[in-house]
């Protein structure tokens, strides 16, 4: 069997039907699409800071690891719904995810990352090495 693609002159068909295929119209999901969470990454003179926009996770379910200079901040949420009545029985299930991973700089003191999230937001902190902070400007006299 060959299928076709069909045309109209008219354009809206195609898109209507790719529309009803899409949405939520009948109580079911639409299909998954891959997530990748923003990130904001600043360096300052002593630390550099890496902001992930997560929203609807808690922060007991982030995991967050180093492992040979690379940072792994993950998640997976599974969440089940299920309600029976004489009639019919509705089973619902979603599952959240994300995995993002960073190669660490060698100025980054590994032992002292400290994270924070609050209100959908997780805020990394990423201090640096003692050696690769910037220097005070000193003289140096003649001899």
Known sequence: ????????????LPSLIDEMF????????????AWSPSVNISEGDTQFELELV???????????EVDQD????SSEVKDEYEEKTEQFTR???????FKRSFNLPDSVNQDHIAAEYKDGI??????KKEEALPQ???MITLK
């Open 1 to 12: 069997m060959k299928l076709a693609h069909r045309t109209t002159t008219n354009n809206w």
């Open 22 to 33: 899409t949405n939520d119209y009948m109580g079911g999901t639409a299909p998954v699409k």
């Open 54 to 64: 997560i929203p609807g996770f808690k922060k007991e379910d982030v995991s967050i």
């Open 70 to 73: 690379v940072l792994t901040i």
């Open 91 to 97: 089973r619902e299930f979603s599952l959240s995810s």
């Open 122 to 127: 997780l805020n990394l902190t990423l201090p």
């Open 136 to 138: 005070p400007k000193r």
